[in-house]
C-alpha cells in the first residue's frame, strides 16, 4: 500500500476510451486517511507554488486537467532543511492518470505546464492540524533548476 511507503510513490491509473467518451480512474487510490481535498489552479504558467512541507501529514496529489511538475524533497529539519537532499520531480498529467504519494517529512510543490491545469491534493490532516504542521520554503530553496524544463 503506497500510503505506509516513507518516499514517494506513483499509483497509477488509466484511461478507457470508446464511442461515448473516456474514463480516467486510479483504481489503486483506495482514500486511506483522506480528511480533505483541495484543488488548485494558476492564472500564469510561470507561478510555482511552492515548497510546502510537513512532518505529520501525507498528501496525493491528482491531475486532473492539463500537466504539471510535481517536485518532492524530504525535509532533515522544519527550520533549516539541507539544500544537498535530492528533489525528486514528477510529470503527471490528466493524458496518464495517476495519484503521486507525498509521504509525511516531504516538501512538496508543483509548476503547471500547459493552460488550464488543475491539481488536486488530498490530504491526511484536518485544516487544524494542518496548520500547526506547516512547514514553507521558497520556490528555489533546492535550486531554480528544479522547475525548468529541458528541450529535447
Partial sequence: MAHASRTPVIIEGGLAIDDRGHISFVNGFAFEGVKRMYQVGNFSLNTVRAFHGHMKEAKYVYVAAGSAVIAAVEMDDTKNPGTDKKVERYILSA????????????????????GGTVVLFFSTASVEDSKKDDYRFPYDYWGSG???????
Fill in 95 to 114: 493524458r496518464k492518470p495517476s495519484v503521486l504519494y507525498i509521504p509525511p517529512g516531504y516538501a512538496n510543490g508543483f509548476k503547471p505546464l500547459e
Fill in 146 to 152: 528544479v522547475w525548468d524544463t529541458e528541450n529535447r
